[in-house]
């Protein structure tokens, strides 16, 4: 395993996983195959333009003839797949690109894995498609409950990963994580629209009674576990990868609100999300069995994330314009006058 195709590269977590890579492994080479969506940004994997071990491809996971050629040409022999459309109010906006790029394009990747017999096909996954979970902790083996179209896709393509495994043979795993937040996050995401917004004294909009919880983690703990399974996780097997602590929506708007010494009056309540999970929970003994546990606490992972979003406005300021706009009027214009 040394030369990774690494599909939705140029999104957030994707970019961190690249980077993560070409630090931890130095013989490894990387491919980013990006269709550069409105949350694909270039910025993110600026600084290794000109690096010999990596190379940048524009593509949708969706375009089979691209995918095959691209995995040929490179001598791809590993497919890490986080290209995805991944905004649940977006889900519910419009749920028909979800389903092409997280159920269709999934298959496409699977074909191309199983076409040029890959040595494994990794496809990263959400805590989200086992639904709510009021009470405990998911286990992997937990039936998939998804109840967004985001999280029903997620869910669509997982099962695609699992019959190739079980029908071809395909060396496929699967990690479920939790709420990632860090560096390159676009502003769309509770956390970093908190931050942002918030640094602009703007209102911070917290969806019901923002008693809704998420276990946050780091990013780049995200990446590690997800390096971990690369290595030694199981073909066939699927992994939980969280912190297995949850915080409510509105303690996290306090604490970011805390971190950059502005009043809580900036927070407001609107309008619920319609179908808003209460609550995810991730049991993650699996993954620790394999030596990956999670290094940032909720508190030193949200500091990490306000201070980066605090030192590069460059990086997310130009985010705020355009489309940003479009669809944040769409989503808070009447939220935020109905109060
Ligand atoms: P993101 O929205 O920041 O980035 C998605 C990337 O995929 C973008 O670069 C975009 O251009 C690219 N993309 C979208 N459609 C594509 C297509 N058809 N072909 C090629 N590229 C395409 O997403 P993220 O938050 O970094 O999430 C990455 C993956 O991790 C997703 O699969 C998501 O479901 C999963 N995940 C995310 C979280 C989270 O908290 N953000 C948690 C668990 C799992
Ligand atoms: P989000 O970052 O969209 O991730 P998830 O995929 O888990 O929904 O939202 C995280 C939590 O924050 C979720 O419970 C919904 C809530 N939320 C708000 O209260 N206000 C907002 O403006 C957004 C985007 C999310």
């Known amino acids: 395993m040394k030369r990774l195709m690494i599909t939705g590269g140029a999104g957030f977590i994707g970019s961190n996983f690249v980077h993560y890579v070409l630090e931890h492994h130095p013989d490894y080479h990387v491919v980013v195959y990006d269709k550069?969506?409105?949350?694909g940004n270039?910025?993110?994997?600026?600084?290794?333009?000109?690096?010999?071990?990596?190379a940048f491809v524009r593509g949708d996971i969706c375009d089979a003839a691209l995918v095959e050629q691209t995995v040929r040409e490179h001598k791809i022999d590993t497919i890490v797949n986080f290209a995805a459309e991944t905004h649940v109010d977006r889900s519910l906006m419009?749920?028909?690109?979800f389903?092409?790029?997280?159920?269709?394009?999934?298959?496409?990747?699977?074909?191309?894995?199983?076409?040029?017999?890959?040595e494994r096909f990794h496809q990263v996954s959400t805590d989200e498609v086992y639904g709510e979970v009021l009470d405990g902790a998911s286990v992997e083996t937990d039936p998939l409950a998804p109840r967004s179209p985001y999280s029903a896709s997620k869910a669509g393509g997982e099962h695609m990963v699992h019959a190739y495994f079980v029908s071809f043979g395909v060396p496929a795993t699967i990690t479920r994580g939790s709420n990632n937040i860090g560096p390159y996050q676009y502003p769309e995401k509770a956390v970093p629209l908190f931050i942002t917004n918030a640094i602009d004294n703007l209102p911070l909009p917290v969806y019901g009674d923002g008693t809704q919880m998420r276990d946050y983690?780091?990013?780049?703990?995200?990446?590690?576990g997800i390096d971990v399974v690369l290595h030694k996780g199981v073909p066939g097997e699927v992994y939980n990868l969280g912190t297995g602590v949850e915080t409510r929506n509105i303690d996290m708007?306090?604490?970011?609100?805390?971190?950059?010494?502005k009043p809580e009056s900036l927070i407001q309540y609107v309008a619920d999300r319609p179908g808003h999970d209460r609550r995810y929970a991730l049991n993650c003994d699996k993954i620790k069995a394999l030596g990956w546990q999670s290094r940032h606490t909720f508190e030193q992972a949200l500091?990490?994330?306000?201070?980066?979003?605090?030192?590069?406005?460059?990086?997310w300021r130009k985010l705020k314009t355009g489309e940003y706009l479009e669809y944040y009027?769409?989503?808070?214009?009447?939220?935020?006058?109905?109060?």
């Not at 550069?36 to 949350?39: C, F, K, N, R, V």
């Not at 270039?42 to 990596?54: I, Q, V």
């Not at 708007?253 to 010494?261: I, Y």
């Open 36 to 39: 550069l969506t409105y949350a």
């Open 42 to 54: 270039l910025d993110n994997l600026r600084d290794l333009e000109g690096n010999p071990r990596y």
């Open 94 to 97: 419009e749920p028909g690109s």
């Open 99 to 118: 389903i092409q790029t997280d159920v269709y394009g999934t298959y496409v990747l699977l074909e191309a894995a199983r076409k040029f017999g890959l």
């Open 217 to 224: 983690q780091y990013v780049w703990d995200h990446c590690e």
């Open 253 to 261: 708007a306090r604490q970011v609100l805390r971190l950059l010494g």
């Open 303 to 315: 500091e990490k994330t306000v201070r980066w979003y605090v030192d590069n406005e460059w990086w």
């Open 329 to 339: 009027k769409r989503q808070y214009g009447e939220r935020l006058r109905q109060r």
